[in-house]
């Protein structure tokens, strides 16, 4: 992984993000949402990518129809 410009890298142990929680819950609120908006971003786009692939999928009659062609039955 790279960045595209300098980074400044902050390692945070689950335990001392708890503990940060704990002491300041308002602002722990707010790393909390961040993290969720991030992942819903994260969910909404996968959805959109299978929402994709599931209209260029082909329907039952085109499944039915290459299994009777396997099976000889289409010529």
Do not use: T, W, Y
Not at 35 to 62: M, V, Y
Request: hydrophobic fraction near 50%; glycine fraction near 8%.
């Amino acid at each position: 992984m790279s960045a595209l410009d300098n980074v400044v890298v902050f390692k945070l142990s689950r335990a001392e993000l708890i503990g940060f929680i704990n002491r300041h819950p308002s602002a722990g609120n707010r790393i909390l949402l961040v993290f969720i908006n991030g992942l819903l971003l994260k969910l909404r786009e996968a959805n959109r990518e299978l929402a994709f692939e599931r209209r260029s999928d082909g329907d039952q009659a085109d499944v039915d129809a290459l299994l009777a062609e396997f099976m000889g039955k289409g010529k």
